[in-house]
């Protein structure tokens, strides 16, 4: 006998969600990682993921409203997914951080490279006696 499950997202959202399920971790260590922002069990793209399914107001509403007049049906995997992210607290703002943590290092990289090269060729030139001499003898001129 199949077990019946409480489905209440419309079947294109129910898809995208557990599409994307499939590259997060279990759902009971799902609110454990986002929490922990714990990159070893999501990645940048795993993050990106879970910013495009945040759910709506709307939506947790919904869930809450059916879970409360059908209480013997387990939730549907997409239900249960919203319901978890809709329990993390400032879901969006943790979300947005992770994302910024998880690229600056990428972003330091680019800026602190140049920068370390431009003074590597500012110290060489400094000690340079060749450079220093002909700098004087044109600036003498």
Do not use: Y
Not at 64 to 89: M, T, V, Y
């Amino acid at each position: 006998k199949a077990v019946k499950a409480l489905l209440v997202l419309d079947n294109k959202r129910t898809n995208a969600i557990c599409i994307a399920m499939k590259k997060l971790p279990p759902l009971r260590h799902l609110s454990g990682a986002i929490t922990d922002m714990d990159d070893r069990q999501i990645d940048r793209e795993g993050i990106d993921k879970l910013q495009q399914l945040l759910p709506t107001s709307e939506e947790l509403n919904l869930i809450a409203e059916h879970q409360d007049l059908n209480r013997d049906l387990p939730l549907g995997d997409a239900e249960q997914f919203l319901k978890i992210l809709g329990s993390i607290p400032n879901l969006d703002a943790r979300l947005k951080l992770w994302a910024f943590k998880t690229d600056f290092k990428t972003m330091e990289e680019e800026i602190c490279e140049p920068l370390k090269d431009l003074k590597l060729g500012m110290e060489l030139l400094q000690e340079n006696k060749t450079f220093l001499a002909i700098l004087s003898v044109t600036l003498a001129i």
